[in-house]
Structures are given as C-alpha cells and as structure tokens.
C-alpha cells in the first residue's frame, strides 16, 4: 500500500513534470514556430519593399516620361506644329524629344517587363520611329515651300495604337502598383495578426510557463512596436514618394525653362523645357555657369547687379535676350530666387523663365503696322502740295534749260536742279507706293529703255569716282509692269548701291538678259527677263542681310537714308509677279537679282520718247488752283506756240467754257480743287461738247476716273515739257498718231 502510495503520489509530481514538460515543449515548440513564422513575415515584408521600390515606383516615373514625350508639347504636338507652320522651332523640339525618347524607352526595356508591357513599348516604340522616318521629309517638304496640307498628307501618322500602348502601360503600372502595395500591406496585418496570436499563447502558457511566457510578451510587444513603426514609416515614405513624384513630373513638364544652381552660379539641374528651347542638354550645361547663354545685348553691369541682389536673398525679375546652342537668340522674361535654407543661409539659386519670343514678334508687327500707316497718312497729305512744288521746280527748270547756252554753267546748274526735282518726285513716289495709295499700270514696258533712261539720269548725280555701266540687250527685252514702279525698282538699287560704295572708287553694272522661270513660278509667261545690278562696294554683313528688305531698316546715318528703298523694291517685284534675291560678303561686294516675267513687244504700249518737243497753235483752256503750277504751264504752253486761257478757279473756266464751246481745242485741267472737282468740270464741258479732248494733271492718281465720253490723258505731277507736248500733239493729231 505504501508502494502503492508512493507510486501514486510519484505519479502526480510525475504527472505534473510532465505536464511542465509538455507545457514547456509545448511552449518551446510554440516559440520556435511563432520565431520561424516572423521571421518569414519580415522576409515578406522586405521582398514587398523591393517589389514596390525596385519594380513598380521606377516604371511609373519612366512611365510618366513616355507620356510627357507623347502628351501635349511632345513629340506628336511639336511634329504637327512643324507641319502646319514650318518654323525651325518646333522642330527642334522635335528632334530633342526623339532622342530622349530613345534613352527612355532603353531605360525601360531593360527592366523586368511582362509581354504584354513589352508589347505595349513595342507599339509606342513603332510610332515614334514612324515619326522620326517623316520628320526629314517635313523638312524637305518644307525646304520645297509645300503647303502645309499637302505636307500633311504626305507625312501623317496614325499613333491611336501608341496612345493606347501607353494607356496600357499606365493601366498595367498601376495595377502592378496596387498588387505591390496590397502584398506589403497583407504582409504587415500578417505580422500584426501574429502579435496577437503569440500574446493568446503566452497567456495560455502563463500559469506554467510564466519566465518564458514574460520573455516571449517581452519579445512580442517589441516586435509589435518595431512593425507598427515599420507600418508608419512606409506609409509616410509612400505619401513622400508620391508628392516628391508630382513635383518632379510638374517641374520636368513645365512650360517654362528651370534652370537650378549652386551659390557660385554653377549649373546643377535643368528641365526639359531649357533643353528643348535651347537645344543645351543637361550634361553638356552641367557644372557651367548660365553665362553660355548670353548674347551679348546686356551689359555686363546687370549681371553684376543680379549678383549681388541674390547674395542678400532678393528676388530678381526682368527680360533676356538669350542665345541657343545654334547660334540662334530667343527673348526670355526671367525670374531669378534665392533658395533660403530654415536657418536663412541661401543654398540654391533657381532661374525659372519664360519664351516671349512671339509676344515680342507681335508686339514689333503692331508696331510696324502702326508706323506704316502714320507713313500712308503721311504721303497722302504731301503728296499734292509736294508734286505741285515740283511741277513749277521742273517746269521753270525746263523754259529756263531753253534759253541756257548748251555746255554753259548755267546749263549744268539747271541740269543739277532737274536732278533735284527727279529725286523729290521718286522720293514722293517711294512714300506712296509703299503705302499703296498709287495704282499700278500693267502694260509691256521695253526694261533696257527703263535702264537706260535711269543711268542717264544718275550718271550727273553719283560721285565722280563711281562708275556706272549697262551693255544694251541685242534686242528689246518687254517686262510686263508698271513703268514708273520699274524706274523706281532700277533707280532705288543703283542709288542703294552708289551709297554702299559711299565715296569710295567703285563700279556699278547693270544687265538685264533672258532667263528661264523660276522654280516654283507662275508657268504662263512664255519667257523670263532677269536684272542684274552688281557693284564691288564693301558688302553687308549676316545681321544686315536679315533686315535688309524692312520698312525704315538702314544703315546709313541719320537723316542719310529713309531705309524704304529696298522694301519699295521688294513691293513692287512681288506686285508684278517677279522674285528679288541677292548675294553679299563682306568685302566683296553686292549682287541683286530680279526676275520678271516677260511680255510680247507687239503688246507694248510703251515706246521710247521722242527727243523732240513739238508745238502747235491750238487754243488751250488751263484750269489748277495753284497760281504758280497754272503760270508755270501758262509759260511753258505759250512758249510752244499755243493760245491759252488760264483760271485759278474751274467755276470761272466753266463759264467761260459755256460761253462759247467751241472756241477751245482741249482742256487741260488739275483733279483735285475747291469747289468743284477736275472731274465734275470736264462732265459739265462735255455735256456741251463731248468731243473736247482733256489731259487731267495730277499729284494723284486715282484708281478711276468717270466722265462722259473718252477717257482723259492721266499724266502725274511733275509732268515733264516734252512728254506734256507730246501728249497734246497725240490728242489733236489723232490721225498722225494712228499712222505711228
């Protein structure tokens, strides 16, 4: 019995040994596997963490770069820009984005990519190599002067395949991220739902295993606060990523040019817009000061002072005049600040800038526009009074030319006013064909007569020491223009370039010669005449080739040149159909080149003028309100033999007129006059006999005239004698001139 005692009371320690053993393997086992179990949630944890930073946070950036390059101001939306305006601009950018796009879509290929991602940067990759093939036939086309519907056509590119390439990017991204985000997420409520677990064990445990049972609450409840940390510090770190990431995409896709600097001005960062307007990449303005930039327009004391100004923190804002990598110059409006750390030292400096290129453009345009019509306004109201003053300059100069011994001093004096009074009345007429208020008069003019009519006239007023020379064509060579408009076109670059030699000893020579049609010209003259007007003077530089045919743009000294020549030239050519070009360097002279189109000499209507002056006894009704341009014509009729009545008022000559019809051969009268116009005079006088031949004597032209019957003999002010007389001797000899 005591054995059976003994056994018994053996078999309850026994018991609870082994219960304490089995509590305690249990408790062992339970520990090691909640160790192995943890240790495998940690591994998960980390893996997570690569997935996510490693994987899906790199392709959603260069996930976000495709879709800069392609989105608006990328490749596609500056192709099409080049297409529809042809400017070198857009296809910079362009070119640029393409090779960015290049380096990104390697970036991306090389990373761990699906088929179906793969297939989708294949796409994309596809559409933009297509661009790249039709970017150098845009260029052609537009080389060629294509219109940009035409170049359209020829070059377009269906990318909707690529857009929805990058749709599926974005949308397999974003997938990928929300699978890495919800694995990193079920791997911390994994670690957390272990925690919990692990303190039911312990409290299980707790009677039997009480040391162990503290040690493993100890362990665990550090383990809870090391992942809930965790938990914290990765949600904080992703709400980073993601605002560091819009940031990022902001500044890259702004469109202003950034540009970020140390505080000794070096170059540390610079955005894709700064590369795409300057053509600079970031490597090669890497570590440079922005100095590189500079063109030259801004004095060097600003910079200085900009300088200073940010050294004490302030803030800088104005207007640049920058320069590309190819030379070419753009208008930035620049704001320059001081990046300020919290304890107030400036760490950083950020120039962030704007391209007013075209606001300027614009702004110039208006400003042209304006200043072109105050200069209608202005020869609108000279024009009569000026060509009134000429018409008595010319008219006394030729009755007093009459009376001068031929070779005399007095001769050449007179000679020298005439010049005078031809370039007054060019001038005059530069002012109102540049500002269109004198129509052109299309007919078959003979261009060698123009030529030698001009050098004629400029031989007595260039320089000694300048030589002008023109070998006559074989044959008449028949433009079709406007004669007066052809003068002014051989005058305005035989005087631009008798002052580019400007004093100097140097020649001038003048051809005209038939050519074959310029490229790309009208088809429908049967044959091309070109004038050549060459001088060895010192040339022009590349600045001065760029503005040469501008309104009001010269060289010359103030006062020296109206700078409206060249730009009156260009007018004109264009008006008749015809293309003006040049060749220039320094040094080595000038050479303009004009092609017109020509005429048929049977359809000419122009013929050489007749040296001589002829006369006649006719009776002459006079009418111009100016008293001196009606004594003047006065003179000069009574001198070639004709009878004449002149009035100041055509109300008075009207009347006298009315009195008796028919004691007047022809009625030479002025348009424009107070009370009652030239026209409305000549319609009352024909009404009484509308066989009355009339010349209308004008300082303008107008577009038309309505009167009864033939239309009147336009001659423009200052009308010279001999074409004065001419003209009468047509209008009262009309058989004469019919056998001509």
């Not at 395949?161 to 929300?178: C, G, K, N, T």
């Not at 605002?243 to 950034?258: D, F, K, N, Y």
């Amino acid at each position: 019995m005591a054995m059976d005692n003994n056994s018994g009371s053996m078999r309850g320690p026994l018991r609870a040994a082994l219960s304490a053993f089995a509590l305690v393997l249990v408790t062992v086992v339970l520990g090691g596997a909640l160790g192995l179990l943890t240790q495998a949630q940690f591994r998960e944890i980390r893996q997570s963490w690569v997935e996510y930073s490693e994987g899906a946070e790199r392709k959603g950036i260069l996930i976000s770069e495709v879709r800069g390059l392609l989105g608006y101001g990328g490749i596609i939306h500056n192709f099409k820009n080049y297409v529809l305006r042809q400017e070198d601009e857009y296809l910079d950018r362009t070119s640029a984005q393409l090779a960015i796009f290049d380096k990104v879509a390697a970036e991306f290929g090389a990373l761990d990519l699906t088929a179906e991602e793969r297939a989708a940067l294949d796409e994309i990759e596809r559409t933009v190599a297509q661009y790249a093939d039709m970017l150098p036939l845009a260029v052609e086309a537009a080389a060629q002067g294509w219109t940009p519907e035409r170049t359209d056509a020829r070059v377009r590119v269906d990318d909707t395949r690529a857009i929805a390439a990058l749709e599926d990017l974005e949308r397999l991204w974003s997938a990928l991220q929300a699978s890495s985000s919800s694995r990193l997420l079920a791997a911390v409520g994994q670690g957390q739902t272990l925690i919990w677990i692990g303190f039911g064990s312990i409290l299980a445990l707790v009677l039997a295993a009480l040391v162990v049972g503290g040690l493993l609450y100890l362990l665990f409840r550090d383990l809870r606060h090391a992942v809930a940390d965790l938990a914290e510090e990765l949600g904080e770190r992703k709400r980073l990523e993601q605002s560091e990431g819009r940031l990022a995409t902001a500044v890259e896709q702004s469109p202003a040019t950034i540009i970020i600097t140390d505080t000794d001005a070096r170059i540390q960062y610079v955005n894709t817009k700064f590369t795409a307007l300057t053509g600079w990449s970031l490597d090669e303005v890497k570590g440079q000061t922005p100095a590189f930039l500079q063109s030259g327009d801004t004095d060097q004391q600003v910079y200085q002072t900009i300088r200073a100004g940010l050294s004490r923190g302030e803030a800088w804002h104005g207007v640049f005049r920058n320069r590309k990598k190819d030379g070419a110059s753009y208008w930035a409006e620049t704001t320059i600040l001081p990046l300020v750390a919290p304890d107030g030292s400036v760490q950083n400096f950020i120039g962030i800038s704007e391209d007013i290129t075209e606001k300027r453009q614009a702004r110039d345009h208006v400003v042209r526009a304006q200043k072109l019509e105050a200069v209608g306004q202005l020869a609108g109201g000279v024009a009569h009074d000026f060509n009134n003053i000429l018409t008595t300059i010319v008219g006394s100069a030729h009755l007093a030319a009459l009376d001068a011994s031929e070779g005399s001093d007095l001769a050449g004096e007179i000679a020298q006013i005439n010049i005078a009074a031809r370039r007054a009345q060019s001038l005059i007429r530069e002012l109102l064909t540049f500002a269109r208020r004198e129509p052109a008069e299309m007919r078959s003019v003979d261009l060698g007569a123009i030529i030698e009519e001009v050098t004629g006239l400029l031989k007595a007023s260039v320089p000694p020491m300048i030589t002008l020379r023109h070998d006559p064509p074989e044959v008449p060579l028949f433009v079709r223009g406007d004669p007066t408009h052809l003068h002014q076109i051989v005058m305005n670059l035989c005087r631009n370039a008798a002052e580019a030699i400007a004093g100097e000893s140097g020649e001038i020579v003048l051809d005209a010669s038939v050519t074959v049609a310029p490229e790309g010209a009208d088809p429908g003259p049967a044959h091309w005449v070109r004038l050549t007007v060459r001088d060895n003077g010192p040339g022009m530089s590349a600045e001065t080739q760029s503005h040469l045919f501008e309104p009001f743009f010269t060289t010359k000294p103030l006062g020296k040149s109206s700078g409206l020549g060249l730009s009156v030239v260009y007018g004109l050519v264009d008006e008749m159909g015809g293309r003006i070009s040049f060749q220039s360097e320094l040094g080595e002279g000038s050479v303009f080149t004009i092609d017109l189109p020509g005429a048929e000499a049977r359809d000419a209507s122009e013929r050489r003028a007749d040296a001589r002056t002829p006369r006649g006894s006719e009776r002459v009704l006079l009418i111009d309100d100016e008293a001196e341009v009606l004594g003047t014509f006065r003179r000069l009729l009574l001198r070639l033999g004709y009878r004449v009545e002149a009035f100041t008022s055509p109300r008075i000559a009207l009347d006298r007129f009315e009195a008796d019809a028919t004691r007047f051969d022809l009625i030479i009268s002025d348009m424009v006059m107070p009370d009652m116009s030239g026209e409305e005079l000549v319609r009352a006088a024909r009404g009484l006999r509308p066989d009355i031949p009339v010349i209308f004597c004008s300082a303008y032209k107008p577009r038309h005239v309505s009167v009864p019957g033939v239309l009147p003999v336009m001659l423009d002010k200052p009308v010279e004698p001999p074409h004065l007389a001419q003209e009468i001797r047509k209008l009262l000899d009309p058989s004469v001139t019919a056998a001509q």
